[in-house]
C-alpha cells in the first residue's frame, strides 16, 4: 500500500515550534498564489516509521548479505563513514572561507591521497557520479584538443565493446564520435583492431582495467604506447580500480586522464542508486582544463583555486558530493596503504576461488586467472536446459542471495558477471556457490522451479512490458 | 588481518589450494608491478581515525540555524528527527541501483512515491528518480530542449542561479547549443521586453527562475503567453516555495527541475543534495535518467519496476538521452520522508513562515536604511544595499556565531554593493533582531 493511501485528513506527523510573528499579510498577485492542496501523505510520525521501516523491510542490502553485482564493487559499507560524514553536515557552501577550513582541508588530503593512488598530478573532486566523471574526463580532452587547435580533427573516442554502457553515453554527450572495437579472442583490446583505427582523428581512447570480464589488459603498457604515439589521450574507467591496488596506478600504466568511484572502491554506500563521488586525476599536461574550484595546496595551507582560465567550467554546484568524499577520507585513514592493498589481493583471491568453484558445473568465458570478477557464459547451458541466465539470477534471490549482474558485458550471450569483493568470507563465498550448484541441478531437473522463480520474495516476475507500454509514472487518488 | 576482511591465514591457504596456485602473486602475473603500496600513511584504528576527523571538523565553525542567513539555493530548515533515524535503515543505505526488482520493492516504492510527491508540488505529470543536484538537472533540462524541437537556442534568465548557469554552459556547449543570457528589470524580473525581442525561430527554449535567484517570484502566467506553443518553457523552482506559490504545472511549463536539498537534507556544505526532474507525459521518451513505474507481478500483486529504459546508457549506449547512471537515490528518500512527516499543512506552515519572516526582516532593514533593490513580489529572499564595508562585516559577523546575507555584487556587478538576505522558518525574532544590530553597528 502506498503511503497516500495511508493517509488520513488532518493527520499530523510535525510539530513546529510556536511562531512569534504577527501575520504581515500575503502581497502576491492572486494568480500565483497556490490554489489546490498538493496530494502529500497526511499520517502521524508512526504512521511514517511503519510505513518507511516496511519498505526498508522490502529491501536486499549488503548488510544483509552477499551481494556480487560485477562491476559494482558492493563491499561493506564501515559505519565509522556515516559517522564522520555527519560532522560536516551542517556546513553551508558559500560560508566564509575561513569557516570552512577543515573541509577545505579534508578536500586537499583526499585529492592528495589519490593523486597518489591513481598516479596523477592533479585532481577535481566535483563531479557526483562515476558518469559524471566520465563526462568531466572527456571534457577535460576536448579542451585540450580544442586549446591544441586540433579538435576539428580529433572527432573520435574509441571505447571497446565490453565497455560499460556510460563510455560511450558519455562520449557522445562530450560531442565525440563513438567507435567500438571489437575485442580479440581473449577477451582484451585487440592490438590489431584498435591499430586500424587509430590516427590523428582520434581524441581518446576510453579503457577499463581490468576490463569487464575481469581480465587485466596485459598488452596495456603498449596501448599507451600505441595511444600517444597518434597524440590521442587514454582514459581510464576507474569502475574496477579495487582489483589492483598496492600494485600498480593507471598513472604508471600510461593513463592521463583517471576516473574513480569512491562509492565502489573508497567504501561509501550506494544508497539505492546514489550519491555517488566520481573524481576525475589527470597528468600534468591536462591540469590547465580542470572543473573549478580545485582545491591546492599553496604555501602549505590548502585553498580554493578559481583562476584556472582555461578551465572547463564547472561540473556540479558548490564543491560535489562533498559528504561522500568524507566517508572515503576516513576510510583511506582506516585501510591505510598496506590494507589498501590487502584489499585488492582479497578482492581477487575471492573471485578466483569463486570462479573455480563455480567452474566446476558452469562455464566460466576465458576462463583463465581472473582479477576483481569473473564472467559466467550460460549460452550453452541455456540453449540444453532452457533455464536462461534470468531464471538463475531470479532463482538465487530465493536462497536469500542477491544475483550477480545479468547480461553484460554484452560480448558473453547469457552473461553472469560476478564480483564478490574483499569483505566476503570463504564461508559466504560458499553458500553462494552450493546456492548456485543446487540451481544447476533443478535447472536439469526440475526446471520449472527455476524459470518460475523468484517465488519466496515480497513480489513474484513483474511485468516489465505492460509497465513500459502503459506507464504509470505516479499514484493517482 | 582487518576488521573489514575476514580472511584468515589458514583460509587463504585453502583458497589458494582450490585455485590451484601457489601464493597470492600469481593471481597478479598480468599486472606491471609499478610500485609496492602507496606512499600514503598506514593504517589506523577507530579512535584515532575518528580523533583526526574531528579535529577537521573543528576547524569548522558550525552556526545555530536560527543565525543563518544565507540561503542561495542552500537552505536551512528543521528536519525532523525521524527523518534521519528512517533513513539510516542499512535496507536503505546500502542498497545497489534497484537491478532486482523483486528484491527492491522498498526502493522502488519508495522512488515511486517520491516522484508523485515531486509531481503534485510542481503541476507536472511525470518525475524522474532524480538527479545529481538542481545545477545538472537544469543543465539536463537545456539538453532536453533541444532534443525535443532539435533547436539550439537557448533564452536564459540571468536571475536563474550563478552555479546553474555555469554548469549549464559546461554541459551545453559540446552540444553547440547557445545561450543568450535575458537580463532583470527593476521589479527584479525578467525582462520582458529583451526576452520578447531575443525569441525567434531558432528558440529552443525559454528558462526562469521561480523564485528566482533574487528571491523575486516571476509571473509565469504572463510569460507562458509571450512564448509560442512550440519553445520548451523550463522553469527553475524551490520546492518548498511551491506549497503556497501556484505550480508551474498549471501555466503550462514543460519542464520543472531544481534543487531538492530543502526538503529535509542538511546543507552538507552543497552535496549531497539532490536534483529532480519533471516534465509533461509527452515530452517522457526524451526524459534524463531513471523512472519508477507501477505495476503487477504474474500473481496479480502490485509492485514495481525501472521504466522506459531504452532511452538509457545502459541500453541505448551512445543513443542514450543523458550518460546518467548513479543518480542521489538516497536523498530523494530524504525528500520523500520529509514530505511524509510534514504533509501538504507542515511544508506550507514551513513555507509561510519563511516568506512571513523574510518580509518582516525586510521592513525593519528598510527602516534602518538597507534599501531593497527590486520591488516585485519576493518569497523568503531579497537583495538589499549595503555599504561598501559590509563585506568585511559579513566576515566580522561570524564572532557573532551569524551567518549573514551573502554579498552578491561580485556576481552581479551591475547592482552596485548588495546582499541577499534569506530567511526560513528556523530563525526567530530574536536571532533577526541580533543581524539588525550586528549590520547597523
Redesign the interface.
Known sequence: M???EK?VKD????E?PP???S??G????E?????????????S?VD??R??????????????GF?P?GS?T?????K?N???AA??????????R??????I??MGELKD?LC??T?TDDMTLQP?????G??TGL?IA?AYFEDKGELDKRRKVIVPDSA???N?????????D?IEIKSGDDGCVNLEELKAHLDDTVAVIMLTNPNTLG??E?D??NISQMAHEVGAVLYYDGANLNA??????PG??GFDIVHLNL?KTF?T????????S?PIGVKAHLTPFL?TPIVRKSADKYDLDYNLPKS?????????????M?KA??Y????????????S??A???A??L???LSRLYKVAYDR?CMHEFVIDNEDFAKKTQVKTLDI??RL?DYGL??P?VY?PLIVHEAMMVEPT?????QSLDTFADAMEKIYEEAIENPEVVK?A?HV????????L???KS?????KK | MHRYIPHTEEEIKQMLAEIGVSSIDDLFVDVPKTIDGYKIPESKDEFTVRKAVQGLARMNVEFEPENVFLGAGIYFHHIPTVVGHLASNPNFLTAYTPYQAEVSQGTLQMLFEFQTMMCELTGMQVSNSSMYDGASAFAEALLMAARINGKKKMLVAKTINPEYRTVARTYTKPAGITIDEINYNRSGRIDVEMLRSKIDDDTSAVAVAYPNFFGIVEDLKSLRELIPENIVFIVVAEPVSLAILEAPGKFGADIVVGEGQSLGVTPNLGGPGIGFFTTLEKHVRKMPGRIIGQTKDVDGKTGYVMILQTREQHIRREKATSNICSNQAYIALLNALYLSVMGPQGLKEVAWRSYNSAHYLADELAKRGFKRVFDGEFFNEFVVEIPISYREKWHEMVKDGILGPIPIDRVYKELGPSALVCTTEVNTKESMQRLIEVMTK
Open positions: 502506498t503511503i497516500f493517509s493527520r499530523k506527523g510535525y513546529l511562531y512569534e510573528l501575520d504581515v500575503c502581497n502576491l498577485p494568480h500565483l498564489i497556490r490554489k489546490e492542496t498538493p496530494l502529500l501523505p497526511e499520517v510520525e511514517v516509521v510505513h518507511y521501516t516496511e519498505l526498508a523491510h522490502k529491501n536486499y542490502s549488503v548488510d544483509r551481494y553485482l559494482c558492493m563491499k561493506y559499507n564501515p565509522i556515516e559517522d564522520m560532522l560536516f553536515a551542517n556546513l553551508h557552501p558559500f560560508q566564509p575561513e569557516t570552512i577550513q577543515g573541509a582541508n579534508l591521497l597518489e593512488i598516479g557526483a557520479a562515476g558518469a559524471h566520465e563526462l571534457l576536448r560499460h554502457g556510460t560511450p553515453a558519455s562520449a557522445s554527450m562530450a560531442g565525440f563513438v581480465l587485466f596485459k596495456i603498457l589492483i591496488m598496492g600494485r600498480t596506478r604508471d600504466m562509492h567504501s554506500p550506494h544508497g539505492m542508486g546514489g550519491p555517488g566520481g572543473p572547463i567550467g564547472m561540473v556540479r554546484s558548490f564543491y560535489g558530493n562533498f559528504g561522500v568524507v577520507y576516513t583511506i585513514h582506516t585501510m591505510g596503504s598496506c590494507g589498501l592493498k590487502h584489499v589481493e582479497m581477487v583471491l575471492n578466483n576461488y570462479r573455480k568453484r586467472v539470477a531470479k534471490l542477491h544475483a549482474t553484460f574483499e569483505t566476503e568470507s570463504k518460475s523468484p520474495t515480497p513480489v513474484r516476475r513483474l511485468d516489465d505492460t509497465a513500459t506507464p504509470i509514472f505516479r499514484y
